[in-house]
């Protein structure tokens, strides 16, 4: 059983920034690609970013390229997404997300089976 638990949301104004951290509860963490994603009210839940098992692959959504940065410390279970240069269109809840041992760095959100319950992040203008 996987356990995610999100923290480091809050409101911050445009051009700000704010790291996340999402703590995972499992054995042999370093094993599991994680992913970042984030819902906005109205809106389906999106990609933001991954990184894979061993860290040495990433992906990132166009619009927060040059802004986010995902990062894993597999001695602390952890894995973090630093957002700067804030935008109001990133709003959103954010959500932690992880993929079956060894699985390779998805963007789609059907190919993670494990999820956070997720972190508030207000952008304001």
């Known amino acids: 059983q996987v356990q995610l638990v999100e923290s480091g949301g809050g409101l911050v104004q445009a051009g700000g920034s704010l790291r996340l951290s999402c703590a995972a509860s499992v054995r042999s963490f370093s094993i599991y690609t994680m992913g970042w994603f984030r819902q906005a009210p109205g809106k389906e839940r999106e990609f933001v970013a991954a990184?894979?098992?061993?860290?040495?692959?990433?992906d990132y959504a166009d619009s927060v390229k040059g802004r986010f940065t995902i990062s894993r410390d597999n001695a602390k279970n952890t894995v973090y997404l630093q957002m700067n240069s804030l935008k109001p269109e990133d709003t959103a809840v954010y959500y932690c997300?992880?993929?079956?041992?060894?699985?390779?760095?998805?963007?789609?959100?059907?190919?993670?089976?494990?999820w956070g319950q997720g972190t508030q992040v207000t952008v304001s203008s």
């Open positions: 990184i894979s098992w061993r860290g040495r692959a990433n």
């Open positions: 997300a992880g993929r079956v041992p060894l699985a390779p760095v998805s963007s789609k959100k059907d190919d993670y089976s494990y």
